[in-house]
């Protein structure tokens, strides 16, 4: 039922605040993660693992991209992550101290099941899952779990499993890290942001009429550029995808440091730039970028914590969000690219919930 809402998709963004918190509960206290909540097994399991590899699609891969940065940041352990349609049919090398972790919201992609069978009958030291259906073929298959609390996602395109998988993936590095020498004093800096997150993301819902409005910039453009640096990468990523799937605007993402080394040729006015721009030590790099793009005249779209100090200006549109630590920015942001693209979606006509060619589950190759 999609009760007050236009479209699934748009209550499911909606119900991100709640969902999120759902993930969590449970999971931490004021100030730990409680390790023992992952699976009884858990402190076992994550002893000693050397290297993690991360396996999904899609969405959940972009959601992989983004623990990457996270697991070597703050466990220091190597992590890996590939697409399983192109992991299953190559050769590749697991070591056996590995952690193979697969994330899937539906638990039943055909390509990330059989990247985990076949990864079994290589050795490793345990299979994870992050997954939001209970009982699916993954969840069974696994020896490690943490069910996000996404509750089932109708909309074709997904919203909050995304931000789910990110707030377990979270927790998930928090118990790893502790194993790999993280201290107190940071476990509960993260935790609290953690904890602040429900309220940062109902804050950036707040911001919909504004997102709405510069949606209608869209909405005659063939193609676009999303841009962001370090885990806000893999947001540009997710935030290309879902302007592909629901307006079928072409959208590509590119880490922003690249765009000099080719995408530059094709920024001019007819071009949207879509970058995000969270206030860490990469901002200023970042600025460097956005007059790349501005001196080309392509217009920009910078969404950016207010005290990253991007100024609006002729061309550049400028949406702040709130203040939020570096380490869960990249869940805050997920939230303003998908309200820009159901926009430019609902104004465009499109079947913002069952986009064209696109099935919810791939349970086929
Ligand atoms: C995009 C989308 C897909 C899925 C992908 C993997 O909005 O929903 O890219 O993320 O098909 O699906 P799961 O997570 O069920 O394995």
Known sequence: DKGEYRHFMLKEIYEQPRVIKATMEGRITKTRVLEQALGTDAANLLENVRHVQIIACGTSFHAGMVARYW????????CSVEVASEFRYRKHVIQPDTLFLCISQSGETADTLAALRQAKKAGFRAAMAICNVPGSSLVRESDLVIMTQAGPEIGVASTKAFTTQLTALLIFTVALARHNGLSEEKEAEIVA??????????????????IEDMSKAFMDKNHSLFLGRGSQYPVAMEGALKLKEISYIHAEAYPAGELKHGPLALVDSEMPVVTVAPNNALVEKLKSNLEEVRARGGELFVFADRAADVKPEDGVHVMQLPSVHEITAPIVYTVPLQLLSYHVAVLKGTDVDQPRNLAKSVTVE
Do not use: K, T
Not at 198 to 207: K, R
């Open 71 to 78: 697991i070597e940041d703050l466990a220091g352990v190597p």
């Open 193 to 210: 942001a953690l904890h602040q997150l429900p309220g940062q993301v109902s804050d950036v819902l707040a911001l919909d009429a504004e």
